[in-house]
């Protein structure tokens, strides 16, 4: 169930319950994210991601377009953050996994994004307390008791299908403005075009950079960048 929080701001928040395990996924903004990464451990990835364009036909119910899943995404826990590397990523969904299972409560991070084409989930365990070694942070870990391979397995899988079974709810109602993605690193373009989302990967670095050209002449205005000198004048305008 999605929720808005209103704490010292608004926060989206969203009630899973499966197997008898309750879970509840907070938004975060990048500093909280950031700042909680620097007291957790980040734990073993087993490759659970999509290779989009590898995919089935458009219209297959069990998978969504990179383009789908951004928008779903940005339905259920607001805007992407900028927390991506944009050569090779075009959204970034940072998160706080709350776990209770067995009567106990357990904080994880994780982190929803794009890359190169698919969309991967990477968890970390956030340590209340101080860690041991500095390093802790980047010394990758085999999974705790608590949630194990099979148990982050079994999660993915229900979340991806969460966002899926979410997204043929209320598509007809979702925004669909146009907008383009472009991951550089392999000539893949995403996005929503005159009410259709769409996904495309180019061999040729040429016409990657075509199609990217004229879909901005077609839907983006001329863009007017400011001088250094015009931003530090407004800056300091009054003073």
């Given at each position: 169930?999605?929720?808005?929080?209103?704490?010292?701001?608004?926060?989206?928040?969203?009630?899973?319950?499966?197997?008898?395990?309750?879970?509840?996924?907070?938004?975060?903004?990048?500093?909280?994210?950031?700042?909680?990464?620097?007291?957790?451990?980040?734990?073993?990835?087993?490759?659970?991601?999509?290779?989009?364009?590898?995919?089935?036909?458009?219209?297959?119910?069990?998978?969504?377009?990179?383009?789908?899943?951004m928008v779903i995404l940005e339905w259920l826990l607001g805007k992407s953050s900028a927390l991506y590397d944009d050569w090779k990523c075009g959204f970034s969904f940072p998160t706080?996994?709350?776990?209770?299972?067995?009567?106990?409560?357990?904080?994880?991070?994780?982190?929803?994004?794009?890359?190169?084409?698919?969309?991967?989930?990477?968890?970390?365990?956030?340590?209340?307390?101080?860690?041991?070694?500095?390093?802790?942070?980047?010394?990758?870990?085999?999974?705790?008791?608590?949630?194990?391979?099979?148990?982050?397995?079994?999660?993915?899988?229900?979340?991806?299908?969460?966002?899926?079974?979410?997204?043929?709810?209320?598509?007809?109602?979702?925004?669909?403005?146009?907008?383009?993605?472009?991951?550089?690193?392999?000539?893949?373009?995403?996005?929503?075009?005159?009410?259709?989302?769409?996904?495309?990967?180019?061999?040729?670095?040429?016409?990657?950079?075509?199609?990217?050209?004229?879909?901005?002449?077609?839907?983006?205005?001329?863009?007017?960048?400011?001088?250094?000198?015009?931003i530090i004048k407004q800056i300091r305008n009054g003073l």
């Open positions: 169930m999605l929720r808005v929080v209103k704490q010292d701001r608004e926060r989206y928040k969203l009630d899973l319950e499966s197997e008898g395990i309750k879970y509840e996924v907070l938004r975060l903004d990048s500093s909280e994210y950031i700042s909680l990464r620097h007291n957790s451990m980040p734990i073993k990835d087993y490759n659970f991601h999509f290779n989009l364009y590898f995919r089935k036909p458009y219209g297959c119910d069990n998978e969504l377009y990179l383009a789908e899943l706080l996994l709350v776990i209770k299972k067995n009567e106990e409560t357990y904080f994880y991070l994780m982190h929803i994004y794009d890359f190169r084409g698919s969309i991967e989930f990477h968890f970390y365990k956030v340590i209340e307390g101080t860690l041991e070694k500095p390093d802790d942070t980047d010394v990758i870990r085999q999974p705790f008791p608590e949630f194990d391979e099979e148990d982050i397995r079994y999660f993915t899988s229900y979340f991806y299908g969460y966002l899926v079974g979410y997204y043929r709810t209320v598509k007809s109602i979702l925004p669909k403005k146009n907008f383009l993605k472009a991951i550089d690193s392999n000539h893949i373009i995403y996005g929503c075009e005159d009410g259709e989302f769409f996904q495309e990967y180019y061999d040729s670095s040429e016409t990657y950079q075509a199609e990217i050209k004229a879909f901005k002449e077609k839907y983006e205005p001329p863009s007017h960048k400011e001088s250094i000198t015009d």
